[in-house]
């Protein structure tokens, strides 16, 4: 299967739909990621982690996620700290990436990456930072989404190799993402497509994303 798009909260084919462990019930010929969102960290349950850990199993789960630091949101960043940990853990574990949703905590994700150095990539959705910031997270290893709201320059300066493309809950389709991103890029959208395409299937494990080839 091509993903197209890294990260959507919508059933959709050619996507990574992203859901909570206790919402995942996967359907043939789909992609999943799974994972505990940091608004959500105070309210987890023991049931919740295990329905992660079997969820997180599935061949269809091609990434650990979306899980992150959210600094203007509870609960602490003690606890939501904690429960990324325990992502990176099983990402590890797994052999399968990780998506980060974060909001100004970007200096503990790249101090997290330093010390726990990660075997597995960190991708950072729906990233509306500035090129200074998507220079530090590239240079320590991690990849970047753009989705609906970006920052032209930032789209400007990613590597082709680092760029994934998402729609997240918009309702927008991945093509007028792409088509918005391609703009910023000055390219051809076929090439913003091509770029984010490759990018995708070279670290969400094709062997993983069971289904029928996409056309
Ligand atoms: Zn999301």
């Known amino acids: 299967m091509t993903i197209t798009d890294s990260h959507t909260h919508h059933a959709a084919r050619g996507a990574i739909v992203n859901v909570s462990p206790a919402a995942f019930s996967p359907v043939p ?51 939501q700290q904690e429960v990324l940990a325990r992502h990176v853990a099983m990402s590890e574990e797994l052999s399968k990436p990780l998506i980060l949703h974060c909001v100004k905590a970007f200096h503990v994700i790249l101090a997290m990456r330093a010390r726990l150095r990660p075997a597995q990539p960190w991708v950072v959705h729906g990233f509306r930072g500035k090129p200074q910031l998507a220079r530090q997270l590239l240079n320590a290893g991690l990849y970047i989404t753009l989705g609906p709201r970006f920052n032209a320059a930032t789209a400007c300066s990613l590597p082709g190799s680092r760029l994934l493309l998402e729609t997240d809950d918009s309702g927008l389709t991945i093509a007028t993402v792409a088509a918005r991103v391609a703009e ?32």
């Open 184 to 215: 910023a890029r000055g390219e051809d959208v076929a090439a913003t497509l091509a770029a984010a395409r490759a990018t995708a299937a070279a670290i969400f494990a094709p062997a993983n994303a069971v289904g029928p080839p996409n056309a």
């Open 29 to 79: 010929g789909m992609c999943y990621s799974v994972g505990i969102h940091p608004w959500e960290a105070g309210e987890v349950t023991v049931e919740h982690w295990q329905q992660l850990a079997t969820a997180a199993r599935s061949p269809q789960v091609v990434a650990l996620g979306e899980t992150g630091l959210d600094a203007l949101r509870s609960p602490s960043p003690d606890v």
